[in-house]
């Protein structure tokens, strides 16, 4: 089951501009950066209340958020969702009709398990799974 909003992906083309803006925005700065080579993506996160914003600044221009800001520019990437047991929930949401792709989860940014569902099943949304990996 989905737990709850873990955190709002926001595709940006340059990650320190983009920290100050939302760092005025917000009235607090961000806690932590991290390159998720995985993903090809240089992040940071902002803390609001229980919930989290993650921006997203490619590092390689055949990445996704690359091609995402060029067909449609900087904005909202996906929405992901804390899951309990990240394999269980991949094969739930498969068995629904849900299309992932990533067959596997993977190491994502911030200490998570991560897989994504295709925006063709999800209305146009890219949703994006994740689990706290235990250390």
């Keep these: 089951m989905l737990k709850k909003i ?5 595709a940006v083309k340059d990650l320190k501009k983009s920290n100050e803006l939302f760092s005025k925005l917000f009235g607090k700065a961000f806690y932590k950066v991290e390159n998720v080579e995985s993903e090809h993506v240089s992040t940071s ?5 229980e919930s989290k914003i993650e921006l997203l600044e490619a590092s390689d221009p ?3 958020i ?6 449609k520019g900087e904005g909202v990437h996906h929405i992901a969702y804390e899951v309990e047991d990240i394999q269980a929930e ?3 949401l498969q068995a ?10 993977k190491k994502g940014a911030d200490n998570k398990l991560i897989c994504f569902l295709h925006p ?9 799974l994740c689990q706290e990996m235990i250390s």
Excluded: C, Q, Y
């Design 6 to 10: 873990e955190h709002i992906g926001i």
């Design 45 to 49: 996160f902002f803390m609001l209340g």
């Design 62 to 64: 055949d990445s996704a």
């Design 66 to 71: 690359a091609k995402f800001i060029e067909k």
């Design 90 to 92: 991949m094969k739930r």
């Design 96 to 105: 629904e009709g849900f299309e992932l792709i990533n067959k596997e989860p």
């Design 120 to 128: 063709k099943s999800t209305n146009g949304v890219l949703v994006e």
